[in-house]
T-cell receptor, first 113, second 117 residues
Framework: TAGITQAPTSQILAAGRSMTLRCTQD?????MYWYRQDLGLGLRLIHY???????GKGEVPDGYSVSRANTDDFPLTLASAVPSQTSVYFC????????????FGPGTRLTVL | AQKVTQAQTEISVVEKEDVTLDCVYETRDTTYYLFWYKQPPSGELVFLIRRNSFDEQNEISGRYSWNFQKSTSSFNFTITASQVVDSAVYFC??????????????FGQGTELSVKP
């Protein structure tokens, strides 16, 4: 079972360039999430989507955008990367109820120089 | 506002010792959910347990046990007879509210557990 896949696994990006991190789930989960993980700060929510066609802002949304055209995919775009966006990015998904558990993808390590 | 605090940044134990990871949460919601995730050195996040606010029963799963106490807003995690494979960063997390309110997770800062042979 694939679960959640993320691409790329890692990336080095020049500041000012744009990039899209991809996330795909095969569990038909309604809700999807993007988090960033930074040392000493745990995981912080960037954006989320309760269902296809809707998105919402999390704790740290600035500099990021998302779309949810269908149930399976939830790409995260950095329009103009800055070094402070160097982080490990995790995508997660869960069913439609808050009683459900979020399951995470393997992560994307992004370095912005 | 919701908050999760894991006061222990790093813990180091010798194999076979018992170790408890602390988690204190804050929320005004009466319906909420608590989670523990494990992040081994390979980097993935592994779900360990979920508890809802109406269920204060403690849980035991093999060498792992969880103590949920609403009176102290704590959801502590104990590993009995620790093993080297338990070495990881452990995150406590909180979700709240009913359906269609995002189901967002708030994470603690994480506790890095090192189990030495």
């Amino acid at each position: 079972t694939a679960g959640i896949t993320q691409a790329p696994t890692s990336q080095i990006l020049a500041a000012g360039r744009s990039m899209t991190l991809r996330c795909t789930q095969d569990m038909r989960h309604n809700a999807m999430y993007w988090y960033r993980q930074d040392l000493g700060l745990g995981l912080r929510l960037i954006h989320y989507s309760n269902t296809a066609g809707t998105t919402g802002k999390g704790e740290v949304p600035d500099g990021y955008s998302v779309s949810r055209a269908n149930t399976d995919d939830f790409p995260l775009t950095l329009a103009s990367a800055v070094p402070s966006q160097t982080s490990v990015y995790f995508c997660a998904s869960k069913g439609g109820l808050n009683t459900d558990t979020q399951y995470f993808g393997p992560g994307t390590r992004l370095t912005v120089l | 506002a919701q908050k999760v605090t894991q006061a222990q940044t790093e813990i180091s134990v010798v194999e076979k010792e018992d170790v408890t990871l602390d988690c204190v949460y804050e929320t005004r919601d009466t319906t909420y959910y608590l989670f523990w995730y494990k992040q081994p050195p390979s980097g993935e996040l592994v779900f360990l347990i979920r508890r809802n606010s109406f269920d204060e029963q403690n849980e035991i799963s093999g060498r792992y046990s969880w103590n949920f106490q609403k009176s102290t807003s704590s959801f502590n995690f104990t590993i009995t007879a620790s093993q080297v494979v338990d070495s990881a960063v452990y995150f406590c997390a909180l979700s709240w509210g009913w359906y269609n309110q995002g189901g967002k997770l708030i994470f603690g800062q994480g506790t890095e557990l090192s189990v030495k042979p």
